[in-house]
T-cell receptor, first 111, second 118 residues
Framework: SQQGEEDPQALSIQEGENATMNCSYKTSINNLQWYRQNSGRGLVHLILIRSNEREKHSGRLRVTLDTSKKSSSLLITASRAADTASYFCATAAVGGSRLTFGEGTQLTVNP | DTEVTQTPKHLVMGMTNKKSLKCEQHMGHRAMYWYKQKAKKPPELMFVYSYEKLSINESVPSRFSPECPNSSLLNLHLHALQPEDSALYLC?????????????????FGPGTRLTVL
């Protein structure tokens, strides 16, 4: 079954608000990654967090990882209309040789 | 240069046609991938090349034939496709020359080829 499941499936907020997306997974991982995809285009890597890390920041992005709960969250602060996109988590399982993508969260930021 | 390029951007083909998708990267990455993505779905892995050798084939039908002519290029040859093969085809690469890890590292994606099979 799919390694990563994301929640919510869709999120609609106003500009300036924060957006939080969650990802849960089933097996032990080496790392977890977040990607953004604008409509019909390629994926853009946002951030990678390793299994021995608990939190990482990159600009307006904050990612947390709780390996005991097998979950991660992506927080986008002070959202902008340009943040409108699909966001996918992807996990690299221990002993695995590929990334497995979650179903994604569609974020809409209204101006 | 952190770019992965893909050509063509759009492709419309009939079920009897033969066409090829092309992907190129100049980041020195040692792993390259083909993914298929349907609307509102995550990318599905099709093939992985590691050090120019096919390392993963996710039971993809033989009407899709990958080729890696050199470490910078990846092709996907298409023949006798079905309408359900219409999708966005994404190429990605990962893994620097210095790193031992490849396919579980950060992946850099191209913009994709939007394929329509009539």
């Amino acid at each position: 079954s799919q390694q990563g499941e994301e929640d919510p499936q869709a999120l609609s907020i106003q500009e300036g608000e924060n957006a939080t997306m969650n990802c849960s997974y089933k097996t032990s991982i080496n790392n977890l990654q977040w990607y953004r995809q604008n409509s019909g285009r390629g994926l853009v890597h946002l951030i990678l967090i390793r299994s021995n890390e608990r939190e990482k920041h990159s600009g307006r992005l904050r990612v947390t990882l709780d390996t005991s709960k097998k979950s991660s969250s992506l927080l986008i602060t002070a959202s902008r209309a340009a943040d409108t996109a699909s966001y996918f988590c992807a996990t690299a399982a221990v002993g695995g040789s590929r990334l497995t993508f979650g179903e994604g969260t569609q974020l809409t930021v209204n101006p | 240069d952190t770019e992965v390029t893909q050509t063509p951007k759009h492709l419309v083909m009939g079920m009897t046609n033969k066409k090829s998708l092309k992907c190129e990267q100049h980041m020195g990455h040692r792993a390259m991938y083909w993914y298929k993505q349907k609307a509102k779905k995550p990318p599905e892995l099709m093939f992985v090349y590691s050090y120019e050798k096919l390392s993963i084939n996710e039971s993809v039908p033989s009407r899709f034939s990958p080729e890696c002519p050199n470490s910078s290029l990846l092709n996907l040859h298409l023949h006798a496709l079905q309408p359900e093969d219409s999708a966005l085809y994404l190429c990605a690469s990962s893994g620097s020359r210095l790193a031992d890890r490849t396919s579980t590292d950060t992946q850099y994606f191209g913009p994709g080829t939007r394929l329509t099979v009539l």
